[in-house]
């Protein structure tokens, strides 16, 4: 079973719904989750936030979090899922801010990292990856993470890693 597939099922067997905020992956996040059928029933809304004042306004990243940690950091990536599932009334919010490439990157946040965040009723969780390969590559990884994050935070003791 794919993991969008098995996130879709899982939200629905709990009755909850998700939005997604995303920079770094600028929507095929959401794409992924709605390809799957029956995704209407669990998913309430995707924001692309690519730019940092919509972070702030959609989002409500604070933008002392943003002049003070940068867009591409965990503090970030929490904001950004809490605000979304804010924003959106869903129950859970899923967040991807990243460098995908292939330029941008620094010696302290190179090419390929991503801060994934996950909210669940008001609480969230946060993964650091560092990703290799072109930018579509890092865009395809960090979805499939994201995907992971997301399973694992609605059932923590289950393995997410399996195929």
Known sequence: MSKERELVNKLTKK??????AESCTGGLLSGTI??????????HSGF???AN?????WLSVRH????EHGAVSRQTAEEMALGCAHAAGADMGLSTTGIAGPGGGTPDKPVGLVYIGCALHGRATVSRHVFSGDRASVRDQAVRAALDLAIHCLDPEEDSHKE
């Open 15 to 20: 009755r909850y719904t998700i939005s997604t």
């Open 48 to 50: 692309v936030t690519y």
């Open 64 to 67: 002392d979090t943003l002049e």
């Open 53 to 57: 004042e919509a972070k702030e306004r």
């Open 34 to 43: 709605v390809n799957v059928d029956g995704a209407s029933e669990v998913f």
